[in-house]
């Protein structure tokens, strides 16, 4: 079945760590993005890409990296100069062009201790 | 700047009533999509219904219905006949058809529904 994997579900981290969110879509989609969801914030853009080998910064990039070495993969690295990582992250898939609604991951909820 | 405004942050309804939620959203584009997701406890982002802003009719999708005004730029959601189950959080979301190609999401209504 076709569809957008995250792992993992949880994830822990130490303060000044960095630790990387795995997306894997096997929909040929060639947009993913990520999003970051805190409670009463909705869902704030982090990065997202359009094609393998080239990604734009959303609206709070700051302290994330991501790669698109393939178009099944899109991971995303917390690092350490996110100041406030604690959040649950989703990743998303579609079709360019705006008639193709997003497939969503089952989101990873990030705590760091 | 494109923006997608959802100004109800919590809704209730009687289970089996009809609830609506709103949306209004800012473009300068003619032809564009619109979609309403659910988010239930799971946290499972669901696509519930689209809408193409170049049709006149409104969309549904069983239970499920928009009503667009693309002169007043609002696309709200009814739910009929509202069951348990549809106890979740409710996006509205817009997708930017130039060359940033990234999707605009609301902030979100929550939706209780009482028994």
């Known amino acids: 079945d076709g569809g957008i994997t995250q792992s993992p579900k949880y994830l822990f981290r130490k303060e000044g760590q960095n630790v990387t969110l795995s997306c894997e879509q096997n929909?040929?989609?060639?947009?993913m993005y990520w999003y970051r969801q805190d409670p009463g914030q909705g869902l704030r853009l982090i990065y997202y890409s359009q094609i393998v080998n080239d990604f734009q910064k959303g609206d709070i990039a700051e302290g994330y990296s991501v790669s698109r070495e393939k178009k099944e993969s899109f991971p995303l690295t917390v690092t350490s100069a996110q100041k406030n990582p604690t959040a649950f992250y989703l990743c998303?898939?579609?079709?360019?062009?705006?008639?193709?609604?997003?497939?969503f991951g089952q989101g990873t909820r990030l705590t760091v201790v | 700047a494109q923006t997608v405004t959802q100004s109800q942050p919590e809704m209730s309804v009687q289970e089996a009533e009809t609830v609506t939620l709103s949306c209004t959203y800012d473009?300068?584009?003619?032809?564009?999509?619109l979609f309403w997701y659910k988010q239930p406890p799971s946290r499972q982002m669901i696509l519930v219904i689209r809408q193409e802003a170049y049709k006149q009719q409104n969309a549904t999708e069983n239970r499920f219905s928009v009503n667009f005004q693309k002169a007043a730029k609002s696309f709200s959601l009814k739910i009929s006949d509202s069951q348990l189950g549809d106890a979740a959080m409710y996006f509205c979301a817009y997708p930017l058809m130039n060359r940033d190609d990234k999707i605009i999401f609301g902030k979100g209504t929550r939706l209780h529904i009482l028994p």
């Open positions: 473009t300068s584009e003619s032809d564009y999509y």
């Open positions: 998303a898939s579609s079709r360019q062009g705006g008639d193709s609604a997003a497939f």
């Open positions: 929909l040929n989609h060639d947009a």
